[in-house]
């Protein structure tokens, strides 16, 4: 696609329940990111994939979040028994090949709320 | 210490003022440097790369220091559509690739 596309750009969800967010990077990227942004704070890494591998998974808080890469293109983050600490904008965004040097374009993001 | 520190901010600065910020990295394996723009409740988008002998483009001037492990951006004649958060994003050969600062926010005021 021209972009990076995600979905659903909100969701609200109740305190326990499970959510699935999903990215589509721009079409040939063969890297993949996902980060969280809570309001006011700065860019906090989760997962990067390179294919549908995911060789640095650091990021990712607590054994409630995964998420997996089909086809070397859609991404989707699951989060289980979600908390309210869990409310936050997550972005994704996919780079041509995870090479140093190369640019880094975002989806515009999926706004959760954990009620 | 924070791989990536910035400016804390915020900056408010009249329209037509000259603005620079910092940024310093910890990684010294650390081989490419971005200034990225992020408007409130909106994506961060590419603001331009930082090469090594420095670069320009338009009102915006990127600087780095290798030795020093310093970056800096120079707004000249800022304008109200400038007030964002900039973030200085480093990029290192090794697992997530891109390592974010945490931001520094600008507010241009008329």
């Known amino acids: 696609g021209a972009g990076v596309s995600q979905s659903p750009s909100n969701k609200v969800t109740e305190k326990g329940k499970d959510v699935e967010l999903r990215c589509d990077p721009i079409?040939?990227?063969?890297?993949l990111y996902w980060y969280r942004q809570r309001l006011g704070q700065g860019l906090e890494f989760l997962i990067y994939?390179?294919?549908?591998?995911?060789?640095?998974k650091s990021g990712l808080p607590s054994d409630r979040f995964s998420a997996e890469r089909t086809g070397e293109s859609v991404s989707t983050l699951t989060i289980q028994r979600t908390q309210q600490e869990d409310s936050a904008v997550y972005l994704c965004?996919?780079?041509?090949?995870?090479?140093?040097?190369?640019?880094?374009?975002f989806g515009s993001g999926t706004q959760l709320s954990v009620l | 210490r924070k791989e990536v520190e910035q400016d804390p901010g915020p900056f408010n600065v009249p329209e037509g003022a000259t603005v620079a910020f910092n940024c310093t990295y910890s990684?010294?394996?650390?081989?490419?440097f971005f200034w990225y723009r992020q408007d409130c409740r909106k994506e961060p988008k590419l603001l331009m790369s930082?090469?090594?002998s420095g670069n320009e483009d338009g009102r915006f001037t990127a600087q780095l220091n290798r030795a020093s492990q310093y970056i800096s951006l120079l707004i000249r004649d800022s304008k109200l559509s400038d007030s964002a958060t900039y973030l200085c994003?480093?990029?290192?050969?090794?697992?997530?690739?891109?390592?974010f600062g945490p931001g520094t926010r600008l507010s241009v005021l008329p």
């Open positions: 965004a996919s780079s041509l090949a995870g090479n140093v040097g190369e640019k880094l374009f």
């Open positions: 079409s040939g990227h063969t890297a």
């Open positions: 994939f390179q294919g549908n591998s995911a060789p640095d």
């Open positions: 990684n010294s394996a650390s081989q490419s």
């Open positions: 930082v090469y090594s």
């Open positions: 994003v480093v990029n290192a050969p090794y697992g997530q690739n891109f390592v």
